[in-house]
Nanobody
Framework: VQLQASGGGLVQAGGSLRLSCAASRSRFKINDMGWYRQAPGKQRELVAIITDGGSTKYAESVEGRFFISRDYAKDTVYLQMNSLKPEDTAVYYC???????????????WGQGTQVTVSS
């Protein structure tokens, strides 16, 4: 499984960005897709996830500002980020979890990360 993320950049506080992450897979069933972020000097943290059934979960810090969606036909997950704040500055990583056909072991794959910088 390979993940290709895009959409990061520099934006002023209050602005918006949309991240995309496309998965390339073979004989792998994707269950959850999500976004994590890691700011300098901090641990990687969950931003949002979306399950195979479409349920979503958000970090409290982004609830109501960020929205995760998924295109099942394209194996792509999106993160619409609105009302951005300087504290949202981080490298954002996409993530998928799933299983290979005929297997039960859940595997996790990460994208390469995309930088989001919010200026005050």
């Amino acid at each position: 499984v390979q993940l290709q993320a895009s959409g990061g950049g520099l934006v002023q506080a209050g602005g918006s960005l949309r991240l995309s992450c496309a998965a390339s897979r073979s004989r792998f069933k994707i269950n959850d897709m999500g976004w994590y972020r890691q700011a300098p000097g901090k641990q990687r943290e969950l931003v949002a996830i979306i399950t195979d059934g479409g349920s979503t979960k958000y970090a409290e810090s982004v609830e109501g500002r960020f929205f995760i969606s998924r295109d099942y036909a394209k194996d792509t997950v999106y993160l619409q980020m609105n009302s951005l704040k300087p504290e949202d500055t981080a490298v954002y990583y996409c993530n998928v979890e799933g299983t290979y056909y005929g297997r039960t072991y859940v595997r996790t794959y990460w994208g390469q990360g995309t930088q989001v910088t919010v200026s005050s």
